[in-house]
């Protein structure tokens, strides 16, 4: 394909891995981003608060690999912990405190803890040496013409980038472009002008929980080299204390601390701001054992100085308009935290894409082998981008209502014995009947590179087949018992038994299904 310019609007993870997979197809690559560049010290980061860990796992790792780096990926999880599975905290009714590990997997696989910032500074040292890259920082995106394919930024942070006019107005810069990807978050302003140019669908929500950070530190009282000993707990797993409505939880860092994250009802909040003194027996109560790994000053100083931040759920579709723009990772479809996939998915939305701009370019260069004019890459593109919207829609909007549904399943289903039964059985036939292909939905998820779509059919159909074996194994003595009867009773009418197997049969129907 022609080499074309592309614009990258946001150098977050997802904006970052755009543009290294635009760079490494040739591509003149600029990208704008609103803030200071993150490598520079004095730049505040996302949130405000000390940068966030989270899970990687394999969809994001897949797309990293296939970035076209060996020493990215490689950079990447040298950095990372691997996490085996949670560890939910609680209390026996005696008052003894328990941890209990629940694997993530039966089949041994990890995800990892990786520092969000970490992760988006290697991405930014590869591109930065790339001659066909250029950064625009404090840039911010204001306007976009999609049509004529022209973008306004207003330069940001005047005193230090003498980014004022003469009459001491923030400067505007106008760009022209071939194709803008638009991976500015979740108050995307690219989405914002995007829905001028396309018949949008768009909903959001916020719900009704606000988060906030705190720091376990690390383990002070041993000297010892050794990688677990640096920890208070353990550094292989991602820690839930489940309070029910409520939920606290916690992320190895490789310094041996652990950033850990508070879920909570605003009107959890606002009762615990109006007296902060509240918060050490509300922990002790909700989430025990917190308390002896941060210091009550602590909890108190970090819930008084962290914001509360609210969460926010994002659906929409289109994603693009014509060949000249798409919005990708959380622009996209901003997603509550409770299933560790919103960057994943987001890195995931960058492979998915290129793949198609590829398959499209291939496809229309070799159909006409007799037409030796050179394809038109802008039709080539709005193919791609079309097909993009198409499927990348329907798995977007099933992982945004999984992450939705995995917060009751983290902060209450994890002690529930109905959810236990499910994990073992579903666990049990993926290891000793592995061709009926049966696995959990957390293993499809995190483990695989299956569509999100084609997961929530799959779960929900290995859903109903539990249930009617379930109920098979509840109801066959009874019923053996009735038949049994019959026969002895009233020998010679065989009815009951027709039934039974036109059930039974019936039963199979449901399997193969
Ligand atoms: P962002 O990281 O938001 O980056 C967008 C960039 O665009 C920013 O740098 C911003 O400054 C810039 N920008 C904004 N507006 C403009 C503009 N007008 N002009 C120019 N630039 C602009 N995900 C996981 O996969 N696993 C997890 O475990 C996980 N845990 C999470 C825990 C919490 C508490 C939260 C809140 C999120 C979590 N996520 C997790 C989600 C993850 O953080 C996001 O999905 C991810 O950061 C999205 O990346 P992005 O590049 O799309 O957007």
């Known amino acids: 394909m022609a080499k074309q310019k592309v614009i990258v609007v946001g150098a977050g993870p997802v904006g970052s891995l755009a543009a290294l997979y635009a760079a490494n197809r040739g591509h003149k690559v600029k990208i704008y981003e609103l803030r200071s560049d993150l490598r520079d010290p004095s730049t505040t ?3 405000f608060t000390k940068s966030i860990n989270l899970a990687l796992s394999e969809r994001g790792i897949n797309a990293i690999r296939h970035a076209g780096s060996k020493s990215l990926i490689d950079h990447v999880m040298m950095s990372t912990i691997p996490m085996c599975g949670r560890m939910i905290h609680g209390k026996h009714p005696s008052g003894e405190l328990y941890e209990e590990s629940q694997l993530y997997d039966v089949h041994g696989r990890d995800i990892y803890a990786a520092d969000r910032a970490e992760l988006n500074k290697a991405l930014l040292d590869i591109l930065e040496k790339m001659p ?11 306007g976009a013409d999609f049509k004529r394919k022209v973008a306004w930024f207003e330069v940001q942070n005047s005193e230090k980038s003498s980014g004022k006019s003469s009459a001491g107005r923030p400067k505007e810069v106008e760009v022209g472009f071939d194709f803008m990807l638009g991976a500015d978050g979740a ?18 929500e916020y719900i009704d929980t606000l988060w906030c950070e705190f720091q376990i530190g690390p383990n002070r009282r041993r000297k010892s080299e050794s990688i677990f000993e640096r920890f208070l707990i353990s550094p292989n797993h991602l820690h839930i204390w489940p309070g ?5 939880i916690a992320i190895p860092s490789e310094d041996g601390s652990f950033t850990c994250t508070l879920f909570m009802p605003s009107a959890n909040y606002v009762y615990l701001e109006a007296d902060t003194s509240k918060l050490p027996s509300f922990f002790d109560h909700y989430f025990p054992g917190v308390t002896s790994l941060i210091p009550p000053k602590e909890l108190i100083a970090s819930f008084e100085t962290n914001p509360h931040l609210p969460l926010i759920n994002i659906k929409c579709k289109p ?6 723009v798409v919005i990708l990772g959380d622009a996209a479809h901003a997603m509550v935290p409770f299933y560790g996939q919103g960057m994943n998915a987001g890195l995931e939305d960058v492979r998915t894409l290129f793949a198609l701009l590829d398959k499209h370019e291939a496809t229309e260069e070799s159909n006409d082998p007799a037409n030796p004019a050179p394809a038109d890459p802008s039709v080539q593109r709005s193919a791609a981008l079309a097909e993009y919207s198409a499927v990348r829609a329907p798995d977007a909007h099933a992982i945004n209502d999984l992450a939705l549904q995995n917060y009751t399943e983290m902060r209450a289903s994890v002690l529930s014995p109905a959810y236990r039964v499910r994990k073992a059985l579903e666990e049990w036939l993926s290891v000793y009947v592995p061709r009926l292909g049966w696995q959990t939905k957390y293993s499809r998820v995190s483990f695989s590179n299956e569509r999100y779509s084609e997961i929530v059919a799959k779960s929900e159909h290995q859903g109903k087949v539990l249930t009617r074996v379930l109920q098979v194994l509840f109801w066959s003595p009874l019923v053996l018992g009735v038949v049994g009867y019959r026969y002895w009773r009233y020998p010679g009418q065989p009815s009951m038994l027709r039934n039974l197997l036109g059930y039974v049969g019936g039963l199979g129907r449901g399997f193969r299904g």
């Open 132 to 142: 066909n890259v250029k950064f625009y920082f404090n840039h911010k995106l204001t």
């Open 319 to 324: 994603y693009h308009f014509s060949d000249s």
């Open 244 to 248: 029910k409505q409520f939920m606290f």
């Open 45 to 47: 980061p996302l949130n």
């Open 187 to 204: 108050h995307s302003s690219v989405r914002y002008h995007l829905m001028k140019y396309t018949r949008m669908d768009y909903q959001q």
